[in-house]
């Protein structure tokens, strides 16, 4: 069996500049290090990061836990913490918690219990788990959650503007001539989903149209369950929005959907935008104007912060957390035509 004794005599190093190089604990020159790799893979040697982390105390793991892996937004972000976490030689555990708060407090425990030495949290959209969270951190493991920020806990966080991301969309479908636009909304119990309400709300005060409570759509994060809302409210033409925007992906699939259901064309019916990028953006027609989140920086700068609070151990501030608000992008594209457009 490949030793580390065996894979520093074949790169020509110290056990010493091996174990660095396995555990990124002390910098090492670029050639060493790929002298080390390539060692490694001739002699496929398997570091026993278990016998490690008992001794040292330190997995070099950390942990995210998501709502929804098909959701495209939160692939991406996992991608960006995991190249933060790769760069410094940790490793990242991703699990899915279905956006269920049970299954949410089960796998922050299992996170816990696997002794990852922080944890990256999109909180589910049922009851937050505040004093798990809590309890987590005073046991000298920090959390930085992201996208979705729990309230009432001092915690570290990563997330777009909401409110200015939201208005910048509901701003542009106004410019483009539609006074009379409805907003779709995910569960308003969490509270991204109600700072891009009042983003929705700012955007219409600020260009001195009327805030109808009629107009104001409640959903969840199912896209058959929004389409059967919205389909109702659109079957009306005299009492139709003239443009709909929407707050998250899951959303925006539903009011899509119960455009089909209703036979409306967009935008010659009825214009759309959406906050997050679809699936499959590309093959829709009309391609879809959307609010952008940058989601793999929103990973990469919250694993960064993790590693962060790591280095300055348990004795870390999380009285004064950190709050990182990154800027969004709009996108415009064909859906959100003007009123009267033409095929």
Same mark, same amino acid.
């Given at each position: 069996m490949p030793t580390i004794k065996k894979v520093a005599e074949l790169a020509g190093v110290s056990v010493g500049t091996v174990s660095h190089v396995i555990n990124g604990s002390v910098p090492v020159s670029e050639p060493l290090r790929l002298k080390v790799r390539a060692a490694i893979r001739d002699l496929n040697y398997q570091p026993n990061h278990v016998a490690r982390s008992l001794k040292t105390s330190k997995t070099r793991t950390l942990g995210i836990l998501v709502p929804d892996l098909t959701i495209t937004?939160? =692939?991406?972000?996992?991608?960006?913490?995991?190249?933060a976490a790769r760069e410094s030689g940790y490793s990242l555990i991703a699990v899915n918690s !279905?956006?269920? &708060?049970?299954?949410?407090?089960?796998?922050l425990s @299992?996170?816990?219990?696997?002794?990852?030495? +922080?944890? #990256?949290l999109v $909180?589910? *959209? &049922?009851?937050?788990p505040l004093a798990q969270i809590s309890r987590i951190m005073e046991a000298g493991i920090p959390v $930085?959650?992201?996208?979705?920020?729990?309230?009432r806990v001092p915690v570290d966080s $990563? *997330? %777009?503007?909401?409110?200015?991301?939201?208005?910048?969309?509901?701003d542009h479908l106004i410019?483009?001539?539609? /006074? /009379?636009?409805?907003?779709v909304t995910g569960p308003i119990s969490l509270k991204n989903e109600r700072r891009r309400l009042d983003g929705y709300k700012q955007a219409l005060e600020g260009a001195g149209l009327e805030v109808e409570d009629e107009l104001i759509w409640h959903g969840n @994060? /199912? =896209?058959?369950? %929004?389409?059967?809302?919205?389909?109702?409210? #659109? /079957? +009306? =033409? @005299?009492?139709?929005?003239?443009?709909?925007? *929407? !707050?998250?992906?899951? !959303?925006? @699939?539903g009011v899509l959907r119960a455009f089909r259901d209703c036979g409306l064309r967009t935008p010659q019916d009825i214009a759309f935008a959406t906050f997050d990028e679809l699936t499959c953006d590309d093959l829709f027609t009309p391609s879809v104007t959307t609010v952008v989140q940058p989601a793999r920086d929103i990973g990469c700068c919250a694993a960064r912060i993790l590693l962060r609070r790591i280095e300055e151990g348990p004795a870390q501030n999380v009285s004064q957390p950190i709050t990182i608000r990154l800027q969004a992008a709009l996108k415009i594209r064909e859906s959100s035509g003007p009123p009267g457009v033409k095929p």
């Open positions: 937004f939160f =692939p991406q972000v996992i991608r960006g913490a995991e190249d !279905t956006d269920d &708060g049970d299954r949410q407090k089960e796998l @299992l996170l816990h219990s696997q002794r990852v030495e +922080g944890i #990256l $909180v589910a *959209s &049922g009851p937050s $930085v959650c992201l996208d979705r920020i729990p309230d $990563v *997330s %777009v503007e909401d409110a200015a991301a939201a208005k910048m969309g509901v410019a483009m001539g539609h /006074r /009379r636009i409805a907003i @994060l /199912r =896209p058959e369950d %929004v389409a059967a809302v919205c389909a109702p409210r #659109l /079957r +009306g =033409p @005299l009492s139709r929005p003239g443009a709909i925007f *929407s !707050t998250n992906g899951p !959303t925006a @699939l």
